[in-house]
């Protein structure tokens, strides 16, 4: 079965500072996807990316950028500068190939203090 | 693109009545759509998955006759909740995906539906 971890319940910067949040993950499958998603306290989820098994380069969006390592099963997403704005709940998620089993972790939940 | 609505976003009812919450994809076919329930301060936890058309895939310990799943067409989807009660109370999440593209791996989140049963 499929599991995510995340073991950072809640972290707490100041604006400016980077921040990284990690996330480990345990399947059997060779064929998976990856995702991050922000969940600010409006409560919808908002996609950020998804990253299939094959792909191991890492990302680059702006202030955000994720780290993708099969050898240590970690997907670590980190925000550069953080805002406030950036305030939310970070849920990492896996799925198998078929997309009919998501797991998502238990969540981070970030406060950017101005 | 990929835009999915839930309707209502809030719902307050009284012990031993059903609710009905509504996931429509608005601007592509779904072909799978997902419901999701997210106790305060914890992680979606999947309770079923329905294919148009079909009937939908329960997740263990969820009562399929208590959460009653319709999946009519490839943009809605129904959830209802059968003689909601106080524990019921929690946010519904809905999501859909499609098949055919490079997107196909990609649930795409409704904004939810907060429900109290008092």
Known sequence: AQKVTQAQTEISVVEKEDVTLDCVYETRDTTYYLFWYKQPPSGELVFLIRRNSFDEQNEISGRYSWNFQKSTSSFNFTITASQVVDSAVYFCALSLYNNNDMRFGAGTRLTVKP | ?118
């Open chain 2, 1 to 118: 693109g990929a835009v999915v609505s839930q309707h209502p976003s809030w719902v307050i009812c009284k012990s031993g009545t059903s609710v009905k919450i509504e996931c429509r994809s608005l601007d592509f076919q779904a072909t799978t759509m997902f419901w999701y329930r997210q106790f305060p301060k914890q992680s979606l936890m999947l309770m079923a998955t329905s294919n148009e058309g079909s009937k939908a895939t329960y997740e263990q310990g969820v009562e399929k006759d208590k959460f009653l799943i319709n999946h009519a067409s490839l943009t809605l989807s129904t959830l209802t909740v059968t003689s909601a009660h106080p524990e019921d109370s929690s946010f519904y999440i809905c999501s859909a995906a499609w098949w055919g593209n490079t997107e196909q791996e990609t649930q795409y989140f409704g904004p939810g539906t907060r429900l109290l049963v008092l």
